[in-house]
């Protein structure tokens, strides 16, 4: 088998055998097939695409470039969610105990910001003492004792996945559907759940800008792990407006704990509830309804003990920025626009995100929403307020703002549905 052979095949627009996936990824992984033919293989797929067979094959060869993690010892069913990124998407801090409430158990593995998209494990780093790196032996202790873990993916899960993953960044093959859905399916399948639920979020925070393409991702992705014995369905929801009220790392987690405690944003609670649901039911868990376990304080604990368990003090006072600028409504009305991407921009900016993989992120950066799409105004509101570590920050900011957000005399612009969608096997 040679490189060039494998390139050829896709480039033609020719299906690639068992065999020469096999060889390709584990070739790849060992260092024997270069980058610049990884490059050449990865841009004829996304030219030329792969079928089912092809990307099932090639997600199970990624995962066996690695371990595979075992949750058997648990007295209980595991079951998972995976979002694809956006704005404000806190999901899963409240989501994680919440399900662990509910009688499923969650092993979490997440990942850190890149870009304007917030990352899960920089969020709940601004809880002081809190660890993102577990063995699985601790992954394990902290399941048993709160029935969620949410932590950092080792080294040994699907590392073929890793070093692709890193060349398509620079190669601009990030979008081809293939490639995202097995790079994300490996992992999903390698940590071993036996159910998960796939938030595929849609516009323009999203990574899939339009409805369609978020569908054929998020059917790609249903089949592979329906496939690999995973119980697998997808939401496509809507991320053509931030999620919640507040973006950025410790105003995240507040929102979350409000979110735990009962209270917070009307959008974040149904999402919430809605992939409770959707995760315990794809598990086939019927335990407390997600609804009574915010309201009953049986999620809110759970959530404690989790902090705990990691070496987090669930009490502690977060992280604040220095300083605070508001931006006040330019005129009376409706708030007609608030766009997922210039937020994320924005607060990424300020210092929430990252903009290299080694970069350290701000905890108390970020911005605070006071209005959302659809709410009246009144000219001189404060809108959103931004918060930053150093006021020099505020200009890019306010950039990345212009045009993201627009007060009318009435309503007209259309949103997204907050649920759009669910793709089942
Ligand atoms: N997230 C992943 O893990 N992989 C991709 O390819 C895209 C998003």
Request: with cysteine; glycine share 12%; aromatic share 4%.
């Amino acid at each position: 088998m040679d490189a060039i052979d494998v390139i050829v095949t896709k480039r033609d627009g020719r299906e690639l055998s068992r065999e020469q996936i096999d060889w390709v990824i584990d070739a790849y992984t060992k260092g024997v097939v270069a980058d610049e033919q990884m490059s050449a293989l990865a841009m004829a797929i996304l030219l030329n695409g792969m079928n089912r067979r092809e990307i099932a094959e090639w997600t199970q060869a990624m995962i066996r470039s690695g371990s595979r993690m075992d949750w058997s010892a648990l007295p209980g069913r595991t079951t998972d969610k995976h979002s694809t990124g956006g704005v404000g998407d806190k999901i899963t801090l409240p989501l994680a105990p919440l399900v662990a409430a509910c009688g499923g158990y969650v092993p979490q593995l997440s990942g850190r910001g890149l870009g304007h998209t917030g990352g899960t494990l920089d969020k709940l780093e601004s809880i002081p003492g809190w660890r993102a790196s577990l063995s699985n032996d601790e992954m394990l202790d902290v399941l048993g004792k709160a029935g969620a873990v949410i932590c950092a993916a080792g080294d040994g899960l699907a590392p073929a996945d890793k070093k692709l993953y890193a060349l398509r960044d620079v190669t601009g093959t990030v979008e081809a559907i293939p490639l995202i859905a097995s790079s994300i399916m490996s992992k999903k399948i390698a940590e071993g759940t036996g159910a998960l639920v796939l938030d595929v979020k849609v516009g323009s925070g999203a990574f899939m800008k339009t409805v369609e393409r978020a569908r054929e991702l998020a059917t790609t992705m249903v089949e592979l792990g329906t496939d690999a014995g995973v119980n697998t369905v997808a939401l496509l929801t809507a991320m053509d407006r931030p999620l919640g009220c507040a973006v950025g790392n410790a105003l995240e987690v507040t929102e979350s704990v409000e979110v735990l405690a009962g209270g917070g944003p009307a959008d974040v609670v149904e999402l919430t509830v809605r992939l409770a649901r959707e995760m315990l039911q794809a598990a086939g868990v019927s335990g407390k309804d997600p609804e009574e376990a915010l309201k009953d304080g049986s999620a809110m604990d759970a959530w404690r003990r989790m902090i705990i368990a990691q070496g987090g003090d669930p009490d502690a006072l977060l992280p604040r920025a220095a300083e605070s600028m508001e931006i006040t409504a330019p005129a009376s009305g409706v708030l007609t626009r608030l766009d997922a991407y210039g937020v994320g921009l924005a607060a990424w900016r300020l210092g929430a995100g990252r903009e290299r993989k080694e970069d350290p992120v701000s905890f108390g950066a970020g911005i605070t929403l006071h209005a959302k799409p659809g709410d009246l105004v009144r000219e001189g509101q404060p809108l959103m307020t931004l918060h930053a570590d150093e006021t020099s920050r505020f200009d890019r900011a306010l950039a990345a703002l212009e045009g993201a957000y627009a007060v009318a005399a009435s309503g007209d612009e259309e949103l997204l549905p907050l649920v759009i969608d669910r793709i089942t096997a």
